[in-house]
């Protein structure tokens, strides 16, 4: 009798489904988009949470790997003038440029002078010559084009493929705001189906477990990781550019380039590409005011010619412009606080007859204490004081953001929760690509099937639109990945059975 009726149940015509409410639909298209997204973009995502979680502790790290060229045995009591240690620095590099130096914090710190290397691009970086200031001696150099920490940002920050490695990496980061958002949406309709009592299919228990793992590690880092991106995406070369022409534009940056009647006028972020030695992100599009040369000093002193420029084309300094050491005593008094234990002072030398002196103040925590100025080379003259006085609300919300992204605005503290954050795009991606690979049937991809209703469709396509206008990289990508869809896979029988 058993046996009949398991037969009979066997051979019995499969049902039609019923039909499909709206709500079933919509969720279906947005399981769909969260389906493929994340199996595109998975890889990329997994690269620079594991990149971004090492160059969280790149401070620490450098100062243990390089301990031996940073500090001193024995302090210096008094220090040698910056000009001669920048000459002892070229000594070593006979015609090389300097790009910048950045004078010690402590009497027991070397003189870091950063010389031209051969390395272009958003992360340039060049040779770094450790100097004793009390003895104007070199102490080491260090190619920082080659070391591990470089190598590790080149990969996050472009994938060590130059422009096209950063649009990589910024769809990327785009397409993890959508899979955030629809991810969101699937936990809270599954949710809802639960709380109504509708049937939640069984699964096995491996699975089972893969699922919850990863719907904690989204609802519980969700937050967090939302940051991290957005926090990111203003290094990005085209989101990134967009915002500062944004803040550019509604006045929240002072000086404009309106300021200044010939266009071609260069923006402190043009100056260098060292991520050690260069503007904040809110000062890179500040126009740099020449210097004025008619005061300088044409009868042929040379006595600046120690002293190199940080551009390529030029070596030394003009006749008549003043030695580092002056410049830097000259704005000082400007200067509004940079305490030594907690900011490092950059001075970028200038670059031809109308360079200026550029000098930053980097402190290690809040960025409201960072500051740009600009000084005539020839005169001390500081001709722009850039800081957080003048910033924008965007500019500031920016740098605030850019500080905690990397993990130094509250010590120890930021940097765990940051690291906590890669830790869950890392779990994600893991559990999400290990969820699909068990569950997927053999020759064909998995995903979800299309919705049946176009108009659902179109409302979950006209949302997933406006996050395309927000976000251009990942509209552009939305449109090829339709075009790709309605004009290849839908039309080729076996590409339609392989992704549904």
């Not at 009949?4 to 066997?10: D, G, K, L, S």
């Not at 893969?210 to 990781?225: M, Q, S």
């Not at 990397?406 to 940051?418: C, D, I, S």
Request: with cysteine; net charge positive; hydrophobic share 40%.
């Amino acid at each position: 009798m058993t046996s009949v009726e398991t037969r009979a149940e066997a051979t019995a015509p499969v049902p039609s489904p019923p039909p499909t409410s709206s709500a079933s639909q919509r969720y279906r298209v947005v399981w769909r988009w969260h389906f493929y997204a994340g199996l595109f973009v998975a890889p990329v995502l997994l690269v620079l949470a594991i990149t971004g979680s090492i160059y969280l502790f790149k401070e620490p790290f450098e100062e243990w790997r390089y301990q031996d060229v940073r500090t001193l045995a024995e302090p210096a009591a008094t220090a040698r003038p910056l000009s001669e240690q920048i000459t002892a620095a070229q000594q070593l590099r006979p015609g090389t440029p300097v790009m910048s130096v950045i004078p010690p914090t402590s009497p027991d710190r070397t003189t870091r002078v950063i010389l031209q290397g051969t390395d272009t691009g958003p992360f340039a970086q060049g040779i770094s010559v450790y100097v004793n200031p009390g003895t104007a001696q070199v102490v080491g150099e260090i190619d920082d084009a080659a070391t591990f920490m470089r190598v590790v940002r080149t990969i996050h920050g472009e994938l060590m493929s130059g422009t096209a490695g950063d649009r990589v990496v910024e769809i990327a980061a785009c397409w993890a705001l959508i899979l955030a958002a629809t991810g969101t949406y699937l936990w809270w309709g599954g949710r809802r189906k639960r709380v109504k009592g509708a049937p939640v299919r069984k699964m096995r228990s491996g699975r089972a477990k893969l699922r919850r793992l990863h719907v904690t590690a989204g609802i519980g880092g969700g937050a967090v990781v939302l940051f991290l991106v957005l926090s990111g995406l203003p290094w990005s070369g085209v989101w990134g550019d967009g915002l500062q022409r944004i803040e550019a534009g509604t006045g929240s940056t002072y000086p404009s380039a309106d300021d200044y009647p010939n266009t071609s006028t260069p923006l402190s972020g043009d100056l260098s590409a060292n991520p050690d030695a260069k503007v904040p992100w809110a000062a890179e599009r500040l126009p740099v005011p020449p210097s004025d040369n008619t005061s300088g000093n044409t009868s042929g002193d040379t006595s600046g010619d120690a002293h190199a420029g940080h551009g390529a084309t030029h070596g030394v300094l003009q006749p008549g412009a003043l030695p580092v050491e002056n410049a830097l005593a000259a704005a000082r008094p400007a200067i509004r606080r940079c305490p030594p234990a907690e900011c490092d002072v950059k001075v970028l030398l200038p670059d031809g007859p109308e360079g200026v002196y550029t000098i930053v103040t980097d402190p290690r925590r809040d960025p409201a204490d960072a500051q740009t100025l600009h000084v005539d080379q020839y005169s001390g003259k500081v001709l722009t004081s850039y800081g957080w006085d003048q910033y924008g609300v965007l500019a500031k919300a920016v740098e605030q953001g850019v500080a905690l992204h990397e993990g130094r605005r509250y010590g120890v503290v930021n940097l765990l929760v940051m690291l906590g954050a890669c830790l869950t795009i890392i779990t994600l991606v893991v559990t999400g690509t290990w969820m699909w690979w068990k569950r997927r049937p053999r020759g064909r991809a998995g995903a979800p099937a299309r919705a049946t209703d176009r108009r659902t469709a179109y409302g979950v396509m006209a949302i997933m639109a406006v996050l395309g206008l927000l976000f251009p990289l990942a509209g552009v990508t939305m449109i090829v990945v339709l075009l790709v869809d309605w004009l290849v896979l839908r039309r080729i029988p076996k590409l339609a059975r392989v992704f549904g």
